[in-house]
């Protein structure tokens, strides 16, 4: 089978499941917050979205042959850094997380480096609760990180990887990390409020 072939079959197999995909999605955003709760996290927002059909053929037409897992994307972001280990621990729980796959980009930043965090891998549908209405083996592409990571990461992408005529500009950089540094102090001084509220 040609590359044209692979493409357009791929394609035929996206519109097949794209109902599915959808319905996955639904059921995301309704039960995610729940499982949430019961694992004691009450301070988050959850968004999940299926993949657009030109963004899933543009994927395709790099490598044909490589399967496309993030047709269905569940972002997890938490008020507090404290909650993310926990967030974690209930999707490891709700999905089957393909290892190879998982990535914690704050490791990739150097010591004394700031810049964008988030963890993010793929994970898979159990065939039981809470998505039993799913067969097992669908993919979902999970990201977990806290408010103030997704603001600074949505402004940093529009702002820094928009088409530029001209190369970056080494003082834009530099502010870059100075406000991500200031927005991983701001996720540590809430941290320390709630502690010491709790404290109280």
Not at 46 to 58: I, P, T
Request: negative net charge; proline residues 4%.
């Amino acid at each position: 089978m040609d590359e044209e072939e692979l493409v357009k079959d791929a394609l035929r197999g996206f519109d097949r499941s794209l109902l599915e995909y959808r319905a996955l999605r639904d059921a995301m955003e309704l039960e995610i917050p729940q499982q949430l709760k019961q694992w004691g996290v009450f301070d988050f927002r959850v968004e999940a979205r299926v993949k657009k059909r030109g963004s899933f053929e543009a994927k395709v037409r790099r490598d044909p042959t490589k399967p496309v897992h993030d047709m269905v994307g569940l972002r997890i972001m938490a008020f507090f850094r404290s909650d993310l280990t926990r967030v974690e621990r209930m999707t490891r729980r709700v999905f089957e997380v393909v290892e190879e796959s998982y990535i914690d980009k704050g490791n990739l930043l150097g010591a004394e480096s700031f810049g964008y965090r988030s963890v993010q891998f793929v994970g898979h549908t159990r065939g039981a609760e809470p998505f039993d209405a799913f067969a097992a083996g669908l993919p979902v592409e999970i990201q977990i990180r806290t408010m103030l990571e997704h603001v600074w990461a949505e402004v940093e992408h529009d702002f820094r990887y928009k088409p530029q005529s001209a190369s970056p500009d080494p003082e834009i950089n530099r502010r870059f990390a100075l406000t991500a540094a200031l927005l991983e102090q701001a996720d540590r001084n809430l941290d320390d409020i709630r502690r010491s509220m709790e404290d109280r």
